[in-house]
Nanobody, 121 residues
Framework: QVQLVESGGGLVQPGGSLRLSCAAS????????MGWYRQAPGKQRELVAA???????NYADSVKGRFTISRDNAKNTVYLQMNSLKPEDTAVYYC???????????????WGQGTQVTVSS
């Protein structure tokens, strides 16, 4: 019913930047919170950043001051601008959205397929 498609991952040198995008499509009535999680090899998935429909944001301490989350409600798209990247930022990044599906009374939790971010020289 709802699909999340991510783009923008890749290989970047330490200190570099990347911008991730995640577009939601399908039977969407509204989208509440949107966010980015990441999972490095051998580690649990962790929240990187989240943004509410009203624009309030929340960041993991490890990315504060380097990453910026934003969203375009008209396009049902969330972005993650990542600056000053470090090798420890290497992970698969997943988009997450809490979506109220058209015709339904509740919100549902959707995930993207993940995009690899590798920070290495």
């Amino acid at each position: 019913q709802v699909q999340l498609v991510e783009s923008g991952g890749g290989l970047v040198q330490p200190g570099g930047s990347l911008r991730l995008s995640c577009a939601a499509s399908g039977s969407i009535f509204s989208i509440n919170a949107m966010g980015w999680y990441r999972q490095a090899p051998g580690k649990q998935r962790e929240l990187v950043a989240a943004i509410t429909s009203g624009g309030s944001t929340n960041y993991a301490d490890s990315v504060k001051g380097r990453f910026t989350i934003s969203r375009d409600n008209a396009k049902n798209t969330v972005y993650l601008q990542m600056n000053s990247l470090k090798p420890e930022d290497t992970a698969v990044y997943y988009c997450n959205s809490l979506v109220v599906v058209a015709g339904k009374a509740h919100e549902y939790d959707y995930w993207g397929q993940g995009t690899q971010v590798t920070v290495s020289s």
